[in-house]
């Protein structure tokens, strides 16, 4: 895995503007006393919206209904429009759980096995007679990734079916024997969403609207399949750009992701969707227990089903290009924590863990200060100079990165990144684009000897000659 691939990966691995653009929700309270959650809860997203890096939304539940439901910023920048209840935002790889539960109720009702192999549905489909939808489901059937191809970026701007899509990985040779092991992979979810069209004789996007969107009263929810349609309330996508700045996102036809990461949704409706689960609207009790079965790999039946806090948590997020969202569930309290943003900025995929340690009253150390921090001139030049990683480094064994100043402002560049820290103390700092702790560690002269990048585990980075 390289540094770059990090971006859409980091989670698996892991176990003022503000004040002028900051709305509740319909419905939600104005003013808080002090020290009540949605006071906690503000002051965590507060400094992460004002500093560029979430424009969303965030809604917290307990037996299905908000106690914390807010949004922060822009849903439009250049019209000015504000981020509300109603804003639809893409969902990204959020869409694999709505894949996987298709999948399921199609088994659930006869028509299919997840044990079936490939070759039932596409007879020509290399090692057909291998890969079984359960590999597809679990990222463990060897297909490569198709976003890791080098025609990816330019395929991704035009409008595919499909069949088209599955052409552009179909005949790449398997990472490894199906059921082997584990390596995530969009393409796997693009074949489920064929699959999901053979067997119903409807469009994947029909078949969910049909099946759960419409019967849910999920009013706001759909499947992006045609560049030209207006979709009311839909939010614009941006990037990160520099310290605090930020872009346009790149363009993209959703038609490439397809089953894997095609939806868009509003956070009220996910919770109409975590609340069908919950009470058996949708899928069955035994059906149920399947999706959310613990795996030997980390991916279950489109979700990641593990524990946190001394507890389970059944999640899955996602990050396109303009877009992140998480949908958490937490069975066991019957807490949701939902978070939809149209910003790719990484700190808005970190916010999810902490908002629920605040809902569960667990430890959490809130990502950036409330009160901004600034880092003496002379400080920040004990930390130039250049940092090379160790082989333990496993998205980029022996990466080396110089630490410089740009603007002002304290910059890790690595060879395919520029990556621009905030300060949270004199010598820690969270990187913007991966959303890591970066943390100086002091040598014997005053200059730092070495950096630790924290993604649940610290990474060591020794200072190095230049």
Known sequence: MTLRDFRSARRYLLSGLLICCFIPSAGAAGANPPNTLQKKVDDYIRPIAASQNFSGCALLAREGKPIFDRCYAMADYELGAKNSGSTRFHIASVSKAFTAAAILLLQQEGKLSTDDLLEKFIPAYPHGSEIRLHHLLTHTSGIPNVNDFPEYEAKSREHLSLEEVIALFKDKPLKFSPGAKYQYSNSNYNLLAYVIEKVSGQKYGEFLAARFFKPLKMEMTGDDQDPARIIPGRAHGYVPSGADGIANAPYLDWSIKTGNGSLYSTSHDLLKWDQALATGQVLNAATLDKMFARQKTPFSYGWIVHEQFGRVIQEINGRSPGFTATLARYPQDKVTVIVTSNSYSALSQTMADDLAAILL?????????????????????????????????????????IIHQ????????????????????????????????????AGPEGKSSALKWNFGKDYVATRIAP
């Open 361 to 401: 009253d667990k430890p959490y150390r809130p990502l950036l200060p409330v009160v901004a921090v600034q880092v003496p001139e002379r400080k920040i030049q004990d930390f130039f100079g250049t940092y090379q990683f160790g082989d333990d480094f496993v998205f980029n064994p022996g990466l080396k990165v």
């Open 406 to 441: 740009e603007n002002r402002h304290l910059v890790m560049h690595s060879s395919d990144s520029e990556i621009y820290l905030i300060p949270t103390s004199e010598n820690t700092f969270i990187d913007r684009l991966y959303g890591g702790r970066v943390t100086f560690v």
